[in-house]
């Protein structure tokens, strides 16, 4: 079932953003692209708010290099 997989996939990306979060900074762009993979899934399951934080995370990550 699809969200059943959303779900799952949530849970890697968020572990993910975590552990990027702790080795590497919060503005390195590792983490940014764990923001993104993020902000796609939100946008599949119709979280358009979160979808459009990360989204703007991972811009402004690349705006600064």
């Known amino acids: ?3 059943g997989l ?3 996939a949530e849970q890697f990306y968020l572990k993910l953003q975590e552990l ?3 080795r ?3 503005s390195h762009p ?3 692209l764990a923001n993104n993979l ?3 899934l939100y946008k ?3 979280e358009y708010l979160q979808a459009f934080i990360l989204s703007k995370l991972f811009y402004n990550t690349f705006e600064v290099i």
Do not use: F, I, S
């Open 1 to 3: 079932e699809l969200k």
């Open 38 to 40: 993020l902000g796609h």
């Open 20 to 22: 990027q979060v702790k």
């Open 44 to 46: 599949k399951r119709k």
């Open 6 to 8: 959303l779900d799952d």
């Open 30 to 32: 590792h983490v940014a």
């Open 24 to 26: 590497l900074g919060d």
